[in-house]
Every structure is written in C-alpha cells, then in structure tokens.
Nanobody, 122 residues
Framework: VQLQASGGGLVQTGGSLRLSCAASGDIDIIKDMGWYRQAPGKERRLVAVIDLGGTTRYAESVKARFTISRDGAKNTAYLQMNNLKPEDTAVYYC?????????????????WGQGTLVTVSS
C-alpha cells in the first residue's frame, strides 16, 4: 500500500484547506484511514480517523472545524480544514490501517504517506 498526501500550503488565520490522501497498491486490505500531524518540536498526534462504515473520531482541538471523509471509489481520504488557526501549523500525515476499529492509536497504522506541510499565518 502506498499513500500520497497533497493539498498543504500557506493560509491565513480563518482560512480553509482541503488535504487529500490517495491510496494505491493492495487497497483492499485498508480498513481505517486517518490524519495525524506533527508541529515543530512536538510529537505526532491524531487529527481524525475514519473507518469503512464512515464512523469518525477527532481530536478535541479540531472538532467542529475539521471534517474527515473518504471516497471508496477513488481510494482517497480527505481532510477539510476550516477556520484554521496558527496552532494548526504542522506537517500532516495520512495513514492507513488493516484493522477496522477506527483506532486512534498510531501503532495501529501500518502505512504512512510522506506528509504535507500546512502553515497558518496570524
């Protein structure tokens, strides 16, 4: 399985971005897909995850601002980010898991994309 993340960039506070994560390879084994982020000098943390049935989980800091979705036909997951804040600045990584439990645990995600940088200016 290979994951290709895209859509990052520079945006002002209050702006929006949409990240995409395209999966290729043995995609039938993918159950959960998720987004994590790593801010400078900090650990990588969960942003949002979604399972095959559409169940989602979000970090408290992004609830009501971010929306994760997936398009099975296109083997792609999306992260719509609205009302962005400077503290959202980070490298965003997409991930995929073979376990369909909508896990928030990073260790459950075997496949990772290369990361896309999101910078929110104040």
């Amino acid at each position: 399985v290979q994951l290709q993340a895209s859509g990052g960039g520079l945006v002002q506070t209050g702006g929006s971005l949409r990240l995409s994560c395209a999966a290729s390879g043995d995609i039938d084994i993918i159950k959960d897909m998720g987004w994590y982020r790593q801010a400078p000098g900090k650990e990588r943390r969960l942003v949002a995850v979604i399972d095959l049935g559409g169940t989602t989980r979000y970090a408290e800091s992004v609830k009501a601002r971010f929306t994760i979705s997936r398009d099975g036909a296109k083997n792609t997951a999306y992260l719509q980010m609205n009302n962005l804040k400077p503290e959202d600045t980070a490298v965003y990584y997409c991930a995929a898991a073979e376990r369909g439990i909508c896990s928030h645990a990073e260790s459950d995600y075997r496949y990772w994309g290369q990361g896309t940088l999101v910078t929110v200016s104040s």
